[in-house]
């Protein structure tokens, strides 16, 4: 119901998938976010590859925390169950969801504020837990639905619209969840389907917890210094016309369908970023080579992207807990409660 | 008061040097000798070294409130000895470990103190450390079998139970009871004035905690999902339910779990999955005490709103922040009936013993389905921790759990259109679908602003329309909530209301005023929110007191809120002392009061 | 009622297209051409493409509650255009942008429907697309200007303030204004009935919000410490704490800050770092709404339970959950009064308006240092972020803050023995020290159970004595906060209680009822605990009538359980439409209820 | 005020620092701890480090959580002001005192449930904030005071005293504090004094974040499987006698004063665990050689300790904050009012 059209999902044609559904049946309701915010990308990502995966839509849970990013679990999958929760706690109520029903696919989307700072613990908690879900974190170095402020996220130096720089370190979430032992790393940036698309579908396939960290610029307000075309810049000439309230339409930022391993993209504010995928003889099954990779890439200014690392042997939390194979929510009451005889048998050993 | 059947005595060790076993050792004698008994533990809130208390109270009668006073005291640490002297009555009893000698300056002329060399005696007779600190505590149960005319057969008995495979183990333990026992009779008044004979008033009952009662509800109704952190005094309450699914809830073939236990990493998170996991359809709960209700409570209000069904236990323990975590209090009642932020509202149950937190816990999940939000079980240390003697449980195997309004996939085929938050049948509860069922059962939770559709809104009626029948699911709560026990009088002169484990404290006290010739009426609060019997309970006595186990008088200010009585027609009588209520306290307010302004 | 200056208008848009700058200009204009006038901003919940609207009312009489009705609606948002014309009062006028047509179904027999073109005209005077969005916000002021008799020379002075320096802009913006105002003055019928005249009413006041008045009140206040996790409605406090430090707290010498504001985590590590600060003896405050207050919890009792000051600035929005976080609501006062589990109280300020804002967040820094306790300004959404007209702020240079009872060094030489939960002068507070002072100064905080020396006790009577004294305290505190605001009558009819926000419509609608010849006693509560004249207003008047934005009445709650007025006695008026409050629904239920009880 | 007798904290003499003090003077209440905990070594070293550093207890703060860790902090320094908290809260609590006086020196005290479990965000982000101040994390794999269930580092296989194995990778403070950017990142054993003491010395005079993880076995709880010396294996004689209140008297284990870089230190419950100093060639000034590190030492069954990173250039808190050198609760209200005359300016800002 927002009065901005929205950069459309195209569809080449209303091709059907396996279980006869088009991608419009993974469509959601109509977004609520700034004309080309990055997250809207990852949300018309999302639509593809559950489409082209053929997963049933009612079999799958929507989960998220609060923030614009959280937003976007109203806009796929119209007919998925979805629970928007409270900010930085999304990782607990899947967790409980995924106890009492082992058999949905379960897909949360978050975003920098929401697990990196409120949300921290409950997603290291998590990864520990080895919760069988996909996790969605929409990166975009502020919080966008509070108007801007930095997250723990932003990288230092980057200036905030009201012009203060960052001096804090980033947290980098693909290093942190690989020293926190998750089963499933990977990092991609929302305007490129051609590498974000394989990437959902193969944390969609994982056995466990599986963390995408997508880069998904916020239009509005990842407001980067140094760049000449900043709004820092563009300030010079209207900054009293440019009221907070006033956020100018703008289109997705997407790559080339066929980029090499390194790519350059360009960001709304003219600032850029060096996304690096991984080569041929990279071995993602080595923890510790993918934790070095990062930090190398890092270290040269370039942001590792790809699938960094998986363990594809991990249990996950209901192998650790041992449950029975039906869902735990599914068990009729009569194999649950033992009953009278039980009660009384027990009842003497209290005497 | 004191005599047969009818005393207190009271064990003060050091925690950690293994005489709880001991003390359950006496308790369990007395219970199986027929006698109705009650013990207390008043135990310190670290792991070792610090003085520990138990109390044990035998009553032919069945009271069993904590004591009003104490007959004897076995001092076993020193460093609690002149506690320890000041807390018998006059004329009563002190028995310590004369191993090392008291300070005569402790001595008391209107007491009786007797002396056994238990350490001594245990270091004569065994070698390892170990057994000599251990089996000292079973040497003070020898004394006490010869003083107190404990059953020595069932003593016997019962350690032949215990450790009837071990034979050297059982030899070691015999020979301690026999140090103690035989140097009581010997040495010491066997039997005191005060002692045991065999009745028959036990067999109908058990001797059990809250909390493994609360557990064994969980079980019982079907709970499937268990989330919790760590607390003093709530910690057992999961332990138990693990050990109860342990043993009946291993399928058949597989031997796999049919339930699942997630230590979380705080209790947000344990109140998240319990909420996750009953959007989803399973019966889930998290047990806490109070800085944990306090850690849920954003949880606690997006369950309210989103109306999601899940049983929070409150163990409840004494004071504000960390406070007294070893000791007990009803503080949390506000704190639970209004929890979270904006307009809130909450059903709590009330139980007062273990029994009834075995009945309740199964109730909490009945009305957390059916009202679809969160319920509370507002237990507390004393009923949760302490072995309360309570007639055995019953369970009717017709029972089926209420699942509240569901639309299966079959009954999603019978509606046009399915909107989750319509009040169809007028009672404020509207129909819910659980995720996975398909077909026009998908919907969108939030916290956020929502119409009646569970579509985003931020419009004022829409927004008002969703809360307004929210209010009135509450109002038919009311109605469906477990009902007050009321004990009536003809002719009372006053009426008394109470919560929870005041209960025993308060009914001792309404026997005591009788026989000083005062009628009261009694009325125990179970749940939360009133019916309207509580309405009508306050306004026919026109003058009310209070009893609860708080500071600020809490459930006084929830009667005030809710029923409309003026709040000073309702006389607080409180303790927070952190100690089990005792009966005394009670009667004095109560005969004082009546002995002021003659009814 | 509407007429020359006593009138409404209402300007419907699309959030993210530059509109709020535009509406703030013409209240501006309005408020130098010396009339009274407030705006009311009713935004969405997102940042761009969702329909936002402002409320304008001018009110010769000074009336700054939100208007019982409005003359007329500037509607540029098609997607609200139903709404927009269902808005305007019987005979009143609807503007919209002609640019493209509306539909004719839309329109009403019994209003004015008037069109400009005002997307059109930029198109073609304009050529960027960012000007031809923001211009049209201008463009529209033009109209205004026209049609209601704005100071056209006001209007561009401001212009030049804004844009001197910048010629192009200024150029581009006058030309917009023009647009609008000449093509209005040639198709519309200018004046439209109900238009501006200047008067002489502003000369002595302001317009500013709530939130920059709490933050520049902690300024002048002398806190040195914020600490804050963002939400909605509050994040602005802190942001304009922030620019006035950058202001006023820059060091002469070395130009560094003598202040330090923390961006926590969340909203418990921000009442952590507010704690710790205040611990250590600097004011410091944090700054949430509901949600945060929920998250709060434990740390709020820990603060109240080892003495600690610190001040929490908690802008309301409104719901439970995350609610309407765009919408305003007086819905956590049972969450704030007895925050965290156990038995806790706690101070609150109730500020109406900017004006009080600012001095309430000075008294609150005194009061949390006097009482050592956490101390809570409940504002909402309505206050902090709406422009109010208030009268300029008056500071006295004799200020000094109240430190309450701290010892330093040279006290501490004087006392024997320091003991830091001593009660010493029986008002409850007890002398604290700060860390690093020293000497016999050093004493260990600790939220468990502690002794009146602060030592870690399990007895009930030392912890007793300690949470008693804190009781006391807040007897004290009673007479210490701010006294309820009273206006009174003579031979009034019915007495009417209200809080904060809800001020100005309930002040309004005293007025209408004494045209009605009803006579009303009205009593603002300005502070939690209540001091004795809330008690005696209440008694004296038989029945009185509580005004509240919130669903469950909370203040009656608060009142009943506090003061003993019975429950039945207040009769609840509530609006928790998250729309700031009219007079209209006050009037209407107090009228009524009199013609049906005559007095 | 406990019965049970503690480990003496030698003094060969009287001695006295550069401030004219004993050791007595930076000792504190009598600890309540269980005989042999090592927390009440690590406090034993604490009351040497700060002996010897001749700090002057009154200008020291000692802050804690909730844990039998946490109540070390009323074990030494009794003229110190002490601040027990909120469980997992400490790191806040300190940052705030810190912020408002910057003059202090700051030691935090925490446990592995307090730090890595409810506290882990707290932690986390004040290792971001780089607040200056000695965080010892006592790790001792359980929940002591709660009567030992697992913490997030106890070990997979690792089983409680009712016998259930930890199934979850632990979380290592030492490689998640490299990650998240510490300035100052130590691991030792509460035996090891002439390790220890050095260290917590450094880190007391490290400027900025210092995280010290201490191996401090807990005597009652932490029962280890598969060993023959276990509670599980005493439990075969006497489980009965050992009820749940039972705590046998232990003494501290202590590793002699000059062993190798390879230690093996023996558990009350007979499990051993191997800790690997670093040797000279060691850099302690390179952030991913010493993860490196960690990790191939945990790859070989050991465990990494000594001093193992160190920045000593960053930013702490009041640097990135540019906040004056005085004390902020020590500016006069006269410097921070801004008095009538300014205010009556700034009205007209207004209008
Ligand atoms: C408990 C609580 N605190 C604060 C907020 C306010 N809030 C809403 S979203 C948000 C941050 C969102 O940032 P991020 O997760 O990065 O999402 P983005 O908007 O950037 O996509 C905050 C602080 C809240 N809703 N709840
Ligand atoms: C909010 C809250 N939840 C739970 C507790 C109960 N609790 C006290 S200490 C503790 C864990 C302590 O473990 P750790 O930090 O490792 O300290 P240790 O006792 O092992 O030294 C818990 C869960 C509490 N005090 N507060
Ligand atoms: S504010 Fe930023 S994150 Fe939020 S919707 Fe707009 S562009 Fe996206
Ligand atoms: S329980 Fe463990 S951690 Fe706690 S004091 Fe005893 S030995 Fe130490
Ligand atoms: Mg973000
Ligand atoms: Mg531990």
Request: negative net charge; hydrophobic residues 40%; proline residues 5%.
């Amino acid at each position: 119901m927002t009065s901005i059209p929205k950069p459309p999902i195209r569809h080449p044609s209303l091709q059907k998938n396996a279980l006869g559904l088009t991608k419009r049946d993974y469509e959601g309701a109509m977004s609520t976010l700034c004309a080309g915010c990055g997250h809207d990308s990852v949300t018309a990502a999302l639509v593809q590859a559950f489409w082209e995966l053929n997963l049933p839509p009612h079999r799958t849970a929507k989960m998220s925390g609060i923030g614009c990013s959280s937003k976007t679990t109203a806009y796929f999958m119209k007919q998925s169950h979805g629970f928007n929760s409270v900010h930085g706690r999304m990782p607990s109520v899947t967790a409980g969801a995924n106890a009492a029903n082992r058999d949905l696919t379960y897909i949360g989307i978050s975003g920098d504020g929401d697990s990196l700072s409120i949300g921290l613990g409950q997603m290291a908690h998590a990864i520990r837990r080895n919760v069988n879900m996909l996790y969605m974190l929409e990166n975009n170095g502020v919080y966008g639905l509070t108007k801007g402020q930095f997250s723990a996220s932003a990288d230092i130096g980057s200036t905030s619209k009201k012009g203060e720089a960052n001096e804090q370190a980033p947290i980098d979430p693909v290093t942190l969840a690989l020293t926190l032992g998750a089963t499933f790393v990977a990092r991609s940036f929302s305007g490129d389907k051609a590498q974000l698309i394989p990437i959902i579908k193969a944390g969609l396939a994982h056995h466990g917890f599986a963390l995408i960290d997508v880069i998904s610029p916020c239009v509005s307000f990842n407001d980067h210094e140094g760049s000449t075309k900043s709004y820092a810049h563009m300030r010079e000439q209207s900054v009293e016309l440019v009221d907070a309230d006033f956020v100018p339409l703008r289109r997705e930022i997407s790559v080339p369908e066929d980029h090499g391993t390194v790519t350059v993209v360009q960001l709304h504010d003219g600032s850029s970023v060096r996304l690096r995928s991984p080569d041929e003889q990279y071995d993602a099954h080595d923890r510790d080579m993918a934790y070095q990779h990062v930090r190398a890439c890092q270290l040269r200014g370039e942001v590792a992207t790809g699938l960094l690392f998986i363990d594809d042997a991990a249990r996950d939390l209901h192998e650790m807990n041992r449950t029975v194979t039906t869902p735990l929510c599914d068990l009729p009451f009569e194999t649950l409660c033992p009953g009278s005889a039980a009660l009384g048998a027990l009842m003497e050993r209290y005497r | 008061m004191s005599g047969t059947n009818d005393f207190a005595f009271k064990i003060g060790t050091v925690n950690g040097t293994g005489s709880a076993s001991a003390n359950g050792l006496l308790m369990q004698a007395i219970f199986r000798m027929g006698i109705p008994v009650t013990g207390k533990n008043i135990f310190p809130s670290n792991i070792q070294g610090l003085p520990t208390w138990y109390e044990i109270r035998v009553s032919k009668d069945g009271y069993n409130a904590r004591p009003p006073q104490i007959d004897l005291v076995v001092a076993l640490n020193p460093s609690t000895y002149q506690k320890d002297v000041a807390t018998v009555r006059p004329g009563g009893y002190l028995l310590y470990d004369s191993s090392w000698p008291m300070d005569p300056e402790l001595a008391r002329a209107d007491i009786t103190i007797l002396g056994v060399p238990f350490g001594q005696m245990c270091i004569e007779t065994f070698e390892r450390d170990r057994d000599r600190t251990l089996l000292r505590n079973i040497a003070y149960v020898g004394a006490l079998v010869a003083l107190l005319q404990i059953d020595m057969q069932v003593v016997e008995q019962m350690l032949n139970e215990k450790f009837g495979k071990k034979k050297a183990l059982l030899e070691a333990n015999h020979t301690a009871i026999r140090l103690g026992y035989d140097h009581a009779l010997t040495h010491l008044p066997c039997p005191l004035p005060f002692h045991l004979e065999r009745m028959d008033k036990t067999s109908d009952c058990i001797l059990i905690d809250g909390n493994t009662a609360c557990a064994l509800g969980a079980v019982y109704a079907g709970a499937t999902v268990g989330a919790w952190y760590p607390i003093t005094p709530s910690t057992s309450l999961m332990e138990a339910f693990k050990a109860f699914c342990q043993k009946y809830r291993a399928d058949a073939e597989s031997g796999l779990n049919k339930y699942c236990i997630l230590q979380a990493e705080d209790e947000l998170a344990a109140a998240g999955i319990a909420i996750g996991a009953g959007w989803m359809g399973a019966r889930a709960f998290t047990n806490t005490s109070g800085p944990g209700i306090s850690l849920m409570q954003e949880f606690i209000g997006l369950a309210y709103y989103t109306e999601i069904p899940a049983v929070f236990f409150d163990v409840q323990r004494c004071g504000p922040a960390t406070g007294m975590p070893t000791r007990t209090q009803q503080a949390d009642l506000l704190s639970l009936a209004y929890a979270s932020h904006g307009d809130t509202k909450h059903i709590v149950l009330f139980p007062a013993n273990p029994k009834e937190c075995f009945e309740m816990s199964v109730t909490a999940f009945d009305l957390a389905e059916r009202f679809q939000t969160p319920v509370f079980v507002a237990s507390d240390l004393d009923i949760g921790m302490n072995d309360w003697m309570v007639p055995k449980f019953a369970w009717d195997d017709a029972y089926r759990p209420d699942r509240g309004k569901v639309l299966d996939a079959a009954a999603l085929e019978q509606v046009q259109k399915f909107s989750r938050y319509v009040d169809a049948d007028g009672d404020g509860i509207a129909a819910r679908t659980l995720p996975g069922v398909g077909g026009k059962g998908a919907y969108f939770v939030r916290g956020s602003g929502h119409d009646k559709h569970a579509a985003y809104t931020e419009d004022s009626d829409a927004y008002q329309e969703v809360v307004d029948r929210i209010a009135r699911k509450f109002e038919h709560a009311a109605l469906a909530v477990p009902k007050p026990v009321l004990h009536l009088q003809d002719g009372s002169d006053v009426g008394v209301v109470t919560i929870g484990s005041c209960d025993g404290a308060v009914r001792e006290a309404v026997d005591r005023l009788r026989e000083q010739g005062i009628h009261v009426d009694l009325m125990r609060i179970t749940a939360f929110p009133f019916g309207p019997e509580v309405r009508e309970f306050l306004l026919r006595n026109g003058t009310t007191f209070v009893v609860e186990q708080n500071r600020d008088a809490q459930l006084r200010s929830l009667l005030a809120i809710e029923t409309g009585a003026p709040r000073d027609t309702m006389i607080p009588i409180l303790d927070y002392s952190g100690l089990p209520l005792t009966a005394t306290n009670v009667v004095a307010t109560v005969s004082q009061f009546l002995a002021e302004v003659p009814s």
